[in-house]
Protein backbone atom coordinates (compact mmCIF):
# COMPACT_ATOMS: atom_id res chain seq x y z
CA UNK A 1 0.00 0.00 0.00
CA UNK A 2 2.80 2.42 1.00
CA UNK A 3 4.37 1.66 -2.14
CA UNK A 4 1.82 2.56 -4.46
CA UNK A 5 1.09 5.82 -2.53
CA UNK A 6 4.66 6.78 -3.04
CA UNK A 7 5.06 5.59 -6.92
CA UNK A 8 1.11 8.05 -6.83
CA UNK A 9 3.09 10.94 -5.04
CA UNK A 10 6.05 10.60 -7.37
CA UNK A 11 3.57 10.97 -10.77
CA UNK A 12 2.22 13.70 -9.05
CA UNK A 13 5.31 15.56 -8.62
CA UNK A 14 6.35 14.81 -12.12
CA UNK A 15 3.06 16.54 -13.68
CA UNK A 16 3.35 18.84 -11.03
CA UNK A 17 7.28 20.07 -12.67
CA UNK A 18 6.76 18.85 -16.32
CA UNK A 19 3.98 21.42 -16.99
CA UNK A 20 4.20 20.53 -20.92
CA UNK A 21 3.63 16.62 -19.73
CA UNK A 22 0.52 17.26 -17.62
CA UNK A 23 -1.19 19.08 -20.37
CA UNK A 24 -0.61 16.03 -23.11
CA UNK A 25 -1.81 13.77 -20.95
CA UNK A 26 -4.44 15.45 -19.97
CA UNK A 27 -5.18 16.12 -23.72
CA UNK A 28 -4.79 11.93 -24.06
CA UNK A 29 -6.90 11.28 -21.22
CA UNK A 30 -9.82 13.54 -23.17
CA UNK A 31 -9.30 12.36 -26.52
CA UNK A 32 -9.71 8.97 -25.06
CA UNK A 33 -13.56 10.09 -24.13
CA UNK A 34 -14.29 11.20 -27.19
CA UNK A 35 -12.74 8.06 -29.35
CA UNK A 36 -12.72 4.89 -26.77
CA UNK A 37 -9.56 3.08 -27.61
CA UNK A 38 -8.69 0.11 -30.37
CA UNK A 39 -5.98 -1.03 -32.25
CA UNK A 40 -6.96 1.17 -35.14
CA UNK A 41 -6.34 4.60 -32.68
CA UNK A 42 -3.09 2.37 -31.98
CA UNK A 43 -1.78 2.06 -35.12
CA UNK A 44 -2.50 5.55 -36.44
CA UNK A 45 0.12 6.77 -33.51
CA UNK A 46 3.15 8.28 -35.34
CA UNK A 47 5.59 5.54 -34.43
CA UNK A 48 8.11 6.60 -36.55
CA UNK A 49 8.37 9.97 -35.68
CA UNK A 50 9.08 8.52 -32.42
CA UNK A 51 11.69 6.34 -32.98
CA UNK A 52 13.40 8.86 -34.56
CA UNK A 53 13.09 11.20 -31.92
CA UNK A 54 14.26 8.24 -29.28
CA UNK A 55 17.42 8.00 -31.80
CA UNK A 56 18.49 11.61 -32.17
CA UNK A 57 17.71 12.43 -28.12
CA UNK A 58 20.21 9.09 -27.33
CA UNK A 59 22.55 9.50 -29.59
CA UNK A 60 22.74 13.06 -28.91
CA UNK A 61 23.06 12.55 -25.16
CA UNK A 62 26.38 10.76 -26.36
CA UNK A 63 27.66 13.78 -27.95
CA UNK A 64 27.17 15.62 -25.49
CA UNK A 65 29.25 13.19 -23.18
CA UNK A 66 32.03 12.73 -25.14
CA UNK A 67 32.26 16.45 -26.00
CA UNK A 68 31.69 15.51 -29.90
CA UNK A 69 30.74 19.40 -30.35
CA UNK A 70 34.37 20.80 -29.53
CA UNK A 71 35.04 21.68 -32.87
CA UNK A 72 32.11 24.38 -32.63
CA UNK A 73 33.10 25.23 -29.24
CA UNK A 74 36.40 26.17 -30.81
CA UNK A 75 34.77 28.03 -33.34
CA UNK A 76 32.43 29.81 -31.14
CA UNK A 77 35.55 30.49 -29.25
CA UNK A 78 37.34 32.94 -32.13
CA UNK A 79 33.86 34.97 -32.04
CA UNK A 80 34.71 37.95 -29.32
CA UNK A 81 31.66 40.03 -29.63
CA UNK A 82 28.04 38.96 -28.21
CA UNK A 83 26.41 39.91 -31.31
CA UNK A 84 28.56 38.04 -33.80
CA UNK A 85 28.44 34.70 -31.31
CA UNK A 86 24.88 35.06 -31.22
CA UNK A 87 24.34 35.20 -34.66
CA UNK A 88 26.78 32.23 -35.16
CA UNK A 89 24.27 30.35 -33.03
CA UNK A 90 20.62 31.31 -34.15
CA UNK A 91 21.88 31.06 -38.00
CA UNK A 92 23.56 27.50 -37.31
CA UNK A 93 19.96 26.69 -35.97
CA UNK A 94 18.72 28.39 -39.09
CA UNK A 95 20.34 26.56 -41.75
CA UNK A 96 21.29 22.72 -40.09
CA UNK A 97 17.71 22.92 -39.15
CA UNK A 98 17.05 22.47 -43.19
CA UNK A 99 19.09 19.06 -43.14
CA UNK A 100 18.46 17.55 -39.62
CA UNK A 101 15.11 18.50 -39.03
CA UNK A 102 13.85 21.96 -36.50
CA UNK A 103 13.99 19.74 -33.37
CA UNK A 104 17.46 17.93 -33.88
CA UNK A 105 18.87 21.27 -34.39
CA UNK A 106 17.93 22.51 -31.07
CA UNK A 107 18.84 19.74 -29.34
CA UNK A 108 22.31 20.69 -31.28
CA UNK A 109 22.69 24.27 -30.84
CA UNK A 110 20.38 24.94 -26.85
CA UNK A 111 22.73 22.86 -25.01
CA UNK A 112 26.08 24.38 -26.82
CA UNK A 113 24.38 28.25 -26.32
CA UNK A 114 24.12 27.52 -22.54
CA UNK A 115 27.43 26.18 -22.19
CA UNK A 116 28.83 28.99 -24.09
CA UNK A 117 26.84 31.83 -22.05
CA UNK A 118 27.42 30.40 -19.12
CA UNK A 119 31.43 29.79 -19.53
CA UNK A 120 31.26 33.75 -20.25
CA UNK A 121 29.35 34.91 -18.22
CA UNK A 122 26.62 35.64 -20.56
CA UNK A 123 23.27 34.19 -18.62
CA UNK A 124 21.30 37.11 -18.78
CA UNK A 125 20.92 36.44 -22.58
CA UNK A 126 20.09 32.53 -22.68
CA UNK A 127 16.43 33.13 -22.87
CA UNK A 128 16.42 35.64 -25.42
CA UNK A 129 19.00 33.97 -27.91
CA UNK A 130 17.46 30.24 -27.26
CA UNK A 131 13.87 31.80 -28.09
CA UNK A 132 15.93 33.54 -31.41
CA UNK A 133 17.01 29.69 -31.69
CA UNK A 134 13.64 28.58 -31.71
CA UNK A 135 12.30 30.93 -34.26
CA UNK A 136 15.13 30.24 -36.54
CA UNK A 137 14.16 26.51 -35.72
CA UNK A 138 10.82 26.70 -37.23
CA UNK A 139 11.41 29.20 -39.89
CA UNK A 140 14.68 27.33 -41.20
CA UNK A 141 13.24 23.90 -41.78
CA UNK A 142 10.00 25.52 -43.51
CA UNK A 143 12.73 25.52 -46.90
CA UNK A 144 13.32 21.83 -47.43
CA UNK A 145 10.73 18.73 -47.79
CA UNK A 146 12.59 16.98 -44.68
CA UNK A 147 13.31 19.94 -42.45
CA UNK A 148 10.18 19.38 -40.28
CA UNK A 149 8.10 16.36 -39.26
CA UNK A 150 4.78 18.32 -40.62
CA UNK A 151 6.67 19.27 -43.99
CA UNK A 152 7.76 15.45 -44.49
CA UNK A 153 3.95 14.69 -44.58
CA UNK A 154 2.62 17.16 -46.36
CA UNK A 155 5.49 16.67 -48.98
CA UNK A 156 4.69 13.76 -49.39
CA UNK A 157 0.89 13.87 -49.59
CA UNK A 158 1.31 17.26 -52.11
CA UNK A 159 2.62 15.20 -55.08
CA UNK A 160 5.06 17.81 -56.14
CA UNK A 161 8.85 17.90 -56.96
CA UNK A 162 11.00 18.97 -54.11
CA UNK A 163 12.23 22.13 -56.31
CA UNK A 164 8.69 23.58 -56.65
CA UNK A 165 8.28 22.67 -52.96
CA UNK A 166 11.12 24.86 -51.70
CA UNK A 167 10.13 27.79 -54.33
CA UNK A 168 7.01 28.46 -52.49
CA UNK A 169 8.56 28.49 -49.08
CA UNK A 170 11.79 30.22 -50.48
CA UNK A 171 10.57 33.80 -50.08
CA UNK A 172 9.02 33.23 -46.08
CA UNK A 173 12.46 31.65 -45.76
CA UNK A 174 14.70 34.23 -46.46
CA UNK A 175 12.19 37.23 -45.04
CA UNK A 176 12.51 35.49 -41.92
CA UNK A 177 16.19 35.33 -41.93
CA UNK A 178 16.36 39.00 -42.55
CA UNK A 179 14.42 39.27 -39.72
CA UNK A 180 16.26 37.38 -37.09
CA UNK A 181 19.24 39.47 -37.94
CA UNK A 182 16.98 42.95 -36.97
CA UNK A 183 16.14 40.89 -34.00
CA UNK A 184 19.78 39.96 -32.81
CA UNK A 185 20.82 43.63 -33.50
CA UNK A 186 17.65 44.87 -31.36
CA UNK A 187 18.83 42.56 -28.49
CA UNK A 188 22.20 44.27 -28.44
CA UNK A 189 21.13 47.75 -29.39
CA UNK A 190 23.23 49.02 -26.41
CA UNK A 191 26.67 47.79 -27.54
CA UNK A 192 26.65 45.93 -30.86
CA UNK A 193 30.78 44.96 -29.70
CA UNK A 194 29.84 43.63 -26.30
CA UNK A 195 32.38 41.30 -25.97
CA UNK A 196 32.67 37.63 -24.18
CA UNK A 197 35.83 35.40 -23.29
CA UNK A 198 35.25 32.05 -22.52
CA UNK A 199 36.40 30.29 -19.50
CA UNK A 200 40.10 28.14 -20.43
CA UNK A 201 37.73 25.01 -18.93
CA UNK A 202 35.67 25.44 -21.92
CA UNK A 203 37.83 26.51 -24.63
CA UNK A 204 40.97 23.88 -24.00
CA UNK A 205 38.89 21.03 -23.42
CA UNK A 206 40.23 17.83 -25.31
CA UNK A 207 39.19 14.87 -26.59
CA UNK A 208 39.80 11.64 -24.23
CA UNK A 209 41.54 9.04 -26.09
CA UNK A 210 40.29 6.13 -24.70
CA UNK A 211 36.70 6.68 -25.99
CA UNK A 212 37.85 7.24 -29.17
CA UNK A 213 35.68 4.17 -29.81
CA UNK A 214 32.81 5.85 -28.11
CA UNK A 215 32.78 9.04 -30.65
CA UNK A 216 33.16 6.91 -33.92
CA UNK A 217 30.21 4.97 -32.51
CA UNK A 218 27.79 8.31 -32.01
CA UNK A 219 29.18 9.94 -35.26
CA UNK A 220 28.14 6.79 -37.39
CA UNK A 221 24.73 6.42 -35.35
CA UNK A 222 24.20 10.23 -36.00
CA UNK A 223 24.81 9.43 -40.05
CA UNK A 224 22.35 6.26 -39.89
CA UNK A 225 20.05 8.49 -38.17
CA UNK A 226 19.93 11.22 -40.37
CA UNK A 227 20.14 8.51 -43.39
CA UNK A 228 17.07 7.35 -42.33
CA UNK A 229 15.07 10.71 -41.95
CA UNK A 230 16.17 11.56 -45.80
CA UNK A 231 15.38 8.41 -47.38
CA UNK A 232 11.38 7.91 -45.95
CA UNK A 233 13.01 4.10 -45.32
CA UNK A 234 10.31 1.97 -44.19
CA UNK A 235 12.60 0.13 -42.15
CA UNK A 236 13.05 3.09 -39.25
CA UNK A 237 12.21 0.45 -36.49
CA UNK A 238 15.55 -1.64 -37.63
CA UNK A 239 17.63 1.96 -37.22
CA UNK A 240 16.30 1.96 -34.06
CA UNK A 241 16.70 -1.36 -32.59
CA UNK A 242 20.63 -0.96 -33.85
CA UNK A 243 20.57 2.34 -32.30
CA UNK A 244 19.22 0.91 -28.86
CA UNK A 245 21.56 -2.16 -29.01
CA UNK A 246 24.70 0.01 -29.92
CA UNK A 247 24.19 2.28 -27.17
CA UNK A 248 24.16 -0.60 -24.61
CA UNK A 249 26.93 -2.13 -25.64
CA UNK A 250 29.03 1.04 -25.49
CA UNK A 251 27.59 2.73 -22.82
CA UNK A 252 24.25 1.61 -21.09
CA UNK A 253 24.39 4.21 -18.84
CA UNK A 254 23.69 6.14 -21.79
CA UNK A 255 20.13 4.96 -22.12
CA UNK A 256 19.14 6.22 -18.41
CA UNK A 257 19.69 9.61 -19.70
CA UNK A 258 17.30 9.63 -22.53
CA UNK A 259 14.99 12.29 -22.20
CA UNK A 260 11.70 9.79 -22.25
CA UNK A 261 9.61 12.76 -20.40
CA UNK A 262 9.79 14.51 -23.68
CA UNK A 263 9.15 11.14 -25.24
CA UNK A 264 5.67 10.34 -23.27
CA UNK A 265 4.37 14.25 -24.23
CA UNK A 266 5.27 13.52 -27.93
CA UNK A 267 2.99 10.04 -27.42
CA UNK A 268 0.03 11.83 -25.76
CA UNK A 269 -0.37 14.39 -28.45
CA UNK A 270 0.01 11.81 -31.03
CA UNK A 271 -2.91 9.71 -29.10
CA UNK A 272 -5.02 13.20 -29.09
CA UNK A 273 -4.68 13.49 -32.43
CA UNK A 274 -5.73 10.31 -33.80
CA UNK A 275 -8.64 9.83 -31.68
CA UNK A 276 -9.51 13.30 -32.81
CA UNK A 277 -9.27 12.54 -36.56
CA UNK A 278 -11.20 9.19 -35.92
CA UNK A 279 -14.41 10.59 -34.02
CA UNK A 280 -17.08 10.73 -36.70
CA UNK A 281 -18.26 13.90 -35.39
CA UNK A 282 -15.85 16.11 -35.37
CA UNK A 283 -14.04 14.95 -38.93
CA UNK A 284 -17.71 16.03 -40.42
CA UNK A 285 -17.67 19.56 -38.49
CA UNK A 286 -14.09 19.99 -39.96
CA UNK A 287 -15.15 18.91 -43.41
CA UNK A 288 -17.58 21.68 -43.59
CA UNK A 289 -14.88 24.46 -41.17
CA UNK A 290 -11.61 23.87 -43.09
CA UNK A 291 -11.61 24.06 -46.90
CA UNK A 292 -10.62 27.56 -47.85
CA UNK A 293 -9.39 28.35 -44.50
CA UNK A 294 -6.34 26.48 -43.77
CA UNK A 295 -4.04 28.88 -42.97
CA UNK A 296 -5.58 29.98 -40.01
CA UNK A 297 -7.28 26.73 -38.85
CA UNK A 298 -3.33 24.96 -38.99
CA UNK A 299 -2.22 28.08 -36.95
CA UNK A 300 -5.62 27.70 -34.12
CA UNK A 301 -5.55 24.19 -34.04
CA UNK A 302 -1.65 23.97 -33.46
CA UNK A 303 -2.44 25.67 -30.48
CA UNK A 304 -4.33 22.66 -29.11
CA UNK A 305 -2.54 19.64 -30.07
CA UNK A 306 0.74 20.73 -32.18
CA UNK A 307 1.23 21.53 -35.58
CA UNK A 308 2.37 17.88 -36.69
CA UNK A 309 -0.46 16.54 -35.44
CA UNK A 310 -2.32 19.34 -36.34
CA UNK A 311 -0.91 18.74 -39.98
CA UNK A 312 -2.25 15.28 -39.49
CA UNK A 313 -5.93 16.04 -38.49
CA UNK A 314 -6.39 18.51 -41.44
CA UNK A 315 -4.59 17.20 -44.49
CA UNK A 316 -7.92 15.04 -45.46
CA UNK A 317 -10.24 17.61 -45.17
CA UNK A 318 -8.15 20.34 -46.85
CA UNK A 319 -8.11 21.77 -50.28
CA UNK A 320 -5.32 24.84 -50.58
CA UNK A 321 -2.04 22.57 -49.56
CA UNK A 322 0.09 25.30 -49.43
CA UNK A 323 -2.03 27.11 -47.07
CA UNK A 324 -1.88 24.63 -44.39
CA UNK A 325 1.68 24.21 -44.91
CA UNK A 326 2.63 28.02 -43.89
CA UNK A 327 0.17 27.68 -41.03
CA UNK A 328 1.94 25.02 -39.46
CA UNK A 329 5.07 25.91 -40.35
CA UNK A 330 3.84 29.81 -38.30
CA UNK A 331 1.69 28.08 -35.63
CA UNK A 332 5.07 27.27 -33.70
CA UNK A 333 5.05 31.60 -32.95
CA UNK A 334 2.36 31.29 -30.62
CA UNK A 335 2.58 29.15 -28.14
CA UNK A 336 5.20 26.34 -26.40
CA UNK A 337 2.37 24.01 -27.77
CA UNK A 338 2.22 25.09 -31.16
CA UNK A 339 5.65 22.75 -32.36
CA UNK A 340 7.24 20.04 -30.89
CA UNK A 341 10.19 21.87 -31.63
CA UNK A 342 9.21 24.70 -28.80
CA UNK A 343 8.48 21.77 -26.74
CA UNK A 344 12.05 20.60 -27.27
CA UNK A 345 13.54 23.52 -26.72
CA UNK A 346 11.65 24.02 -23.50
CA UNK A 347 12.59 20.84 -22.25
CA UNK A 348 16.37 21.55 -22.73
CA UNK A 349 16.34 24.74 -20.93
CA UNK A 350 14.73 23.66 -17.93
CA UNK A 351 16.84 20.49 -17.22
CA UNK A 352 19.61 23.11 -16.62
CA UNK A 353 16.79 25.65 -15.36
CA UNK A 354 14.34 23.52 -13.22
CA UNK A 355 12.97 26.98 -11.77
CA UNK A 356 13.10 28.64 -14.55
CA UNK A 357 9.97 27.65 -16.66
CA UNK A 358 7.83 30.54 -16.48
CA UNK A 359 10.88 32.91 -17.41
CA UNK A 360 11.39 30.21 -20.09
CA UNK A 361 7.52 31.15 -21.44
CA UNK A 362 7.44 34.89 -20.53
CA UNK A 363 10.79 34.96 -22.87
CA UNK A 364 9.98 33.25 -25.78
CA UNK A 365 5.89 34.46 -25.85
CA UNK A 366 7.15 38.05 -25.58
CA UNK A 367 9.72 37.30 -28.76
CA UNK A 368 7.65 34.76 -30.90
CA UNK A 369 4.61 37.07 -30.99
CA UNK A 370 6.24 39.92 -31.85
CA UNK A 371 7.95 37.93 -34.67
CA UNK A 372 4.32 36.04 -35.32
CA UNK A 373 3.00 39.73 -36.00
CA UNK A 374 5.25 40.88 -38.14
CA UNK A 375 4.66 37.20 -40.72
CA UNK A 376 1.55 36.63 -40.25
CA UNK A 377 0.40 38.82 -42.92
CA UNK A 378 3.11 37.67 -45.86
CA UNK A 379 2.08 34.36 -44.81
CA UNK A 380 -1.39 34.94 -45.34
CA UNK A 381 -0.81 36.57 -48.94
CA UNK A 382 1.33 33.65 -49.83
CA UNK A 383 -1.23 31.15 -48.91
CA UNK A 384 -3.29 31.93 -52.05
CA UNK A 385 0.09 30.78 -54.29
CA UNK A 386 -1.21 27.25 -54.57
CA UNK A 387 0.59 23.90 -55.25
Request: aromatic share 14%; hydrophobic share 55%; charged share 15%.
Amino acid sequence: MESSKSVFVKIKELLKKEIMLSVSVLAAVIALFITPPSAALISDIDWKTLATLFMMLTVLEGFKKENIFLPLIRFSSKLSTMFGLSLFLVFGVFFTSMFVTNDVSLIIFVPLTILLFRSGKKEKYILPVISMENIAAIRGSMLMPFGSPQNLFLFGKSGVSVWKFMLHMLPLNVFSGLLLILFIRILYHKDKSEKIVLSSETTDTRWSADKKKNRIVYILLFMMIILTIVTRTSLWYIAAIIVAVAVYIVDKQLLKQTDYVLLLTFLCFFIFSSSIAANPTISEFLSKSVAEHEYWWAIALSQVISNVPASIVLYPFTTNLSALLYGADTAGLCSLIGSLASVINYRIYIREYPKNGLKFVKAFTLISWAFFAIVAVPGLLLSAWRF
